[in-house]
C-alpha cells in the first residue's frame, strides 16, 4: 500500500462512488483503476485527471494522507499549494505555535503533519486576532534590532500576491530553509529578500521554493536589550561604508592604470 492508493480510496469513499463510477469518470477500465487503489501509481496523464477530478493537487496526492485533515478545508486552499495543520484549544480558540530552536530542525520535515504541529509548545496572545499565527525563533544578526534567541510571530499569508513590498515576513522555502527577511517583489517569478543588517547581500527567492510564508505581526524578546545595541549597528554601517568606498577606489585605481 501507498499514500496515494490510501488517498485514492478514501476520496472515492468520501465522494460515495464506486471503482466502475470513477473509473467512467477517468475513461479507464474498471480493472486499471482498482489497481491505482491497491498497489500501482497512475501515469502522469492519469495522475492529472485524478488531481483535476478531485481538486486536490498530485503533490498532496503523492506525499500527504489527505485523510488526517477536513476534505472541505483542503480543497479550499489555494492550488492546495499549502497545507497548514493547526491546533485549537476546547472552545476552538486558534493557538500560537511555538517553533523552538530544536523544532526548527524538523519544520521542513514536519510543517505538513498534524501530529508534528500538536507536539509544538503553544501560547496564546489575546491581542492578536482574526488570523492564524505560528512564533519562530530568530537566528543571526541579519535583523536588528532583533536578537538570537527571540521570536517573531507571524500571521498565515495565503497568496504570494498578499506580499506588501518593503514589510518583513519569516520564510519558509525548499531550499534555504527559514529565514525573516523584508521582502520586495520583483516579477511574476520571484521576490528579492533584505537584511536589514546592510553587511548581508539580498537574495532573490523564487515564488516556486516557497513553502510557507508568515507576515510580521509581534515580537517577543528573550534577552534585555542593552543601551549601545543600537551603536553596535552603527559601527557595522560604518564599516560597511568603509569597505564599500574602499572597493570605489580601489576600482577607479585599476581604471586609472589601465590608462
Known amino acids: 500500500m501507498s499514500i496515494f492508493s490510501d488517498n485514492l480510496r478514501y476520496l472515492r469513499v468520501k465522494h460515495n462512488m464506486t471503482q466502475q463510477k470513477i473509473a467512467d469518470e477517468?475513461?479507464?477500465?474498471r480493472e486499471r483503476y482498482a489497481k491505482y487503489e491497491a498497489f500501482t501509481d497512475p501515469p502522469l496523464e492519469c495522475l492529472q485527471k485524478i488531481s483535476r477530478y478531485y481538486?486536490?493537487?498530485i503533490d498532496l496526492l503523492l506525499s500527504f494522507?489527505?485523510?488526517?485533515?477536513?476534505?472541505?478545508?483542503?480543497?479550499q486552499l489555494e492550488e492546495n499549494r499549502i497545507l497548514l495543520p493547526i491546533t485549537v484549544d476546547n472552545d476552538g480558540?486558534?493557538?500560537?505555535e511555538i517553533v523552538g530552536t530544536k523544532a526548527q530542525a524538523g519544520y521542513l520535515r514536519g510543517y505538513g503533519d498534524p501530529e508534528f504541529i500538536e507536539s509544538l509548545q503553544r501560547i496564546s496572545l489575546p491581542f492578536l486576532s482574526h488570523g492564524k499565527y505560528r512564533a519562530f525563533p530568530i537566528t543571526g544578526d541579519s535583523m536588528p534590532p532583533h536578537k538570537e534567541g527571540s521570536f517573531v510571530v507571524g500571521e498565515y499569508v495565503e497568496r504570494i500576491s498578499d506580499i506588501v513590498d518593503g514589510k518583513t515576513y519569516i520564510l519558509i522555502t525548499k531550499n534555504n530553509g527559514m529565514s525573516y527577511?523584508?521582502?520586495?517583489?520583483?516579477?511574476?517569478?520571484c521576490c528579492i529578500a533584505h537584511s536589514d543588517n546592510i553587511?548581508?547581500?539580498?537574495?532573490?527567492v523564487l515564488y516556486s521554493d516557497v513553502i510557507e510564508i508568515w507576515r510580521y505581526a509581534c515580537s517577543i524578546a528573550t534577552q534585555e536589550f542593552e543601551k549601545d545595541d543600537l551603536g553596535v549597528q552603527n559601527v557595522r554601517d560604518v564599516l560597511q561604508g568603509i569597505r564599500q568606498d574602499f572597493s570605489a577606489l580601489r576600482t577607479e585605481f585599476k581604471l586609472r592604470?589601465?590608462?
Not at 480558540?93 to 500560537?96: A, D, G, L, M, R
Not at 553587511?199 to 532573490?204: A, L, V
Open 65 to 75: 494522507d489527505i485523510r488526517r485533515v477536513p476534505y472541505e478545508n483542503l480543497i
Open 257 to 259: 592604470k589601465k590608462d
Open 55 to 57: 481538486h486536490v493537487s
Open 181 to 189: 527577511k523584508r521582502l520586495y517583489k520583483q516579477d511574476a517569478t
Open 26 to 29: 477517468l475513461r479507464i477500465p
Open 199 to 204: 553587511i548581508y547581500e539580498p537574495f532573490e
Open 93 to 96: 480558540e486558534n493557538k500560537i
